[in-house]
């Protein structure tokens, strides 16, 4: 069910590799090393750790969307968290209407929690991120709670100021507040190392619980499992 989904995450790790490759090469002369080119090779090193971490939430997320909107179940059999996004539009109807139409859709969302009417049209584009997609620790934590996920967000030895670290830097470097040269200045190889070690295992810990949650159908009330 996720085996597409680790191929990109790995495609992307690898990317990540190819960057830090260069950057160890001991062969290289000072000259390099003393570079613009080499330091903006390392500013990017964050750009490349945050494509495999947004890769790897939103796709796990929606991943688990189009499986459970499959199911056809009454609301009934979901977890209360899970309903929160199968019913975003629900939720989107009672937000975004007039006055004149609210009772309408309360009507419509209390039927559709408290009918045996399947749940169907799934949107697997709902990301619970609390009003951002930036992923930081905040995001993570929004996606375990939503999804009720058994597991703690972050595997242990992945602490949370590296998320907020990477998510600000490549945000500087993508919105142009600052260069790729100027945030590679500011760090050495070994740490960079270091960091793309806690993201590797952040996603593959993210697919890997997806998958088992997935598998394990963790999404229903444990006594409605079939």
């Known amino acids: 069910m ?36 080499y330091r903006a090779q390392k500013g990017l090193v964050f750009v490349a750790m945050y494509a495999a971490l947004e890769f790897a939430i939103t ?96 595997p242990e030895g992945v602490q949370h100021f590296v998320l907020t670290e990477i998510k600000e830097h490549r945000n500087a470097i993508a919105h142009g507040r600052e260069t790729a040269i100027t945030i590679g200045r500011r760090f050495n190889v070994t740490q960079l190392s270091d960091r793309s070690s806690s993201i590797k295992h952040l996603c593959l810990h993210i697919t890997s619980t997806f998958a088992s949650y997935c598998t394990d159908k963790r999404y229903f009330i444990a006594d409605t499992v079939a």
């Open 2 to 37: 996720f085996d597409d989904i680790d191929s990109g995450v790995m495609n992307r790790l690898r990317q990540l590799d190819s960057i830090l490759e260069f950057l160890l090469d001991e062969t290289l002369p000072e000259e390099t090393k003393n570079s613009d080119f």
């Open 59 to 154: 796709q796990s997320v929606t991943r688990a969307l189009e499986i459970i909107g499959r199911e056809e179940a009454p609301a009934n059999r979901f977890k209360s968290s899970v309903l929160c996004s199968l019913f975003d539009s629900h939720f989107k109807a009672l937000r975004e209407c007039g006055s004149a139409k609210v009772w309408e859709h309360r009507y419509n969302l209390v039927l559709a929690v408290t009918g045996d009417t399947e749940v169907t049209n799934v949107d697997s584009s709902v990301f619970p991120s609390g009003g951002s997609m930036n992923i930081s620790i905040k995001q993570l934590e929004n996606v375990w709670k939503f999804f009720d996920l058994d597991s703690t967000p972050l």
